[in-house]
T-cell receptor, first 112, second 113 residues
Framework: SQKIEQNSEALNIQEGKTATLTCNYT??????LQWYRQDPGRGPVFLLL?????KEKRKERLKVTFDTTLKQSLFHITASQPADSATYLC???????????FGSGTKLNVKP | EAGVTQFPSHSVIEKGQTVTLRCDPI?????LYWYRRVMGKEIKFLLH????????ESGMPNNRFLAERTGGTYSTLKVQPAELEDSGVYFC???????????FGPGTRLTVT
């Protein structure tokens, strides 16, 4: 069966460190992958998009990698801040038509 | 620029009743999506409109769910009759391009008792 896995356990890190979140998938060949941030009581907010033919994408303190051989994406936040504390979701577009399959998200806690 | 808005923010109804959720996308966004998050599960795709046409409704759980998009502007999602398992948070999202970021609304929390 098709599956998208994100670490269900919260990730606790110290302010200033780099946070690395993982998104693994099976039985998919996504056209592209997106990362979203979600705060309690709010809808997801887009962060980054990476296509299947791209290895890495950066935006300010954020970096995403996409390894279609390993079927894995890594999401990095460098110099993390308490304000980065949220749930981070990966979403795959399988059919290249903006129809997303979401992971269940990983909660990040950045402690001051 | 106003973001995606959803109404109501919360709805509590009894099993068997009807509920209609509304979504107003960002002006000019042709693509409108509905998603649902049931307690403890991931966000799941329900359907996709391009303007007023249903592009993909493969995620709609059953025929108790009816979505419409009048004139390619706002959209409604009606659940009739509601069942207990319909409880969850219903998100609407819109996008300008076919590929790219989606802008999500705050969601409607539906509780069926």
């Amino acid at each position: 069966s098709q599956k998208i896995e994100q670490n269900s356990e919260a990730l606790n890190i110290q302010e200033g460190k780099t946070a690395t979140l993982t998104c693994n998938y099976t039985n998919y060949s996504p056209a592209y992958l997106q990362w979203y941030r979600q705060d309690p009581g709010r809808g997801p907010v887009f962060l980054l998009l990476i296509r299947e033919n791209e290895k890495e994408k950066r935006k300010e303190r954020l970096k995403v990698t996409f390894d279609t051989t390993l079927k894995q994406s890594l999401f990095h936040i460098t110099a993390s801040q308490p304000a980065d504390s949220a749930t981070y979701l990966c979403a795959l577009d399988i059919e290249d038509f903006n129809k997303f399959y979401f992971g269940s998200g990983t909660k990040l806690n950045v402690k001051p | 620029e106003a973001g995606v808005t959803q109404f109501p923010s919360h709805s509590v109804i009894e099993k068997g009743q009807t509920v209609t959720l509304r979504c107003d996308p960002i002006s000019g966004h042709d693509n409108l999506y509905w998603y649902r998050r049931v307690m403890g599960k991931e966000i799941k795709f329900l359907l996709h409109f391009v303007k007023e046409s249903k592009q993909d409704e493969s995620g709609m759980p059953n025929n108790r769910f009816l979505a419409e998009r009048t004139g390619g502007t706002y959209s409604t999602l009606k659940v009739q009759p509601a069942e207990l398992e319909d409880s969850g948070v219903y998100f609407c999202a819109s996008s300008q391009a076919r590929v790219g970021e989606q802008y999500f609304g705050p969601g409607t929390r539906l509780t069926v008792t």
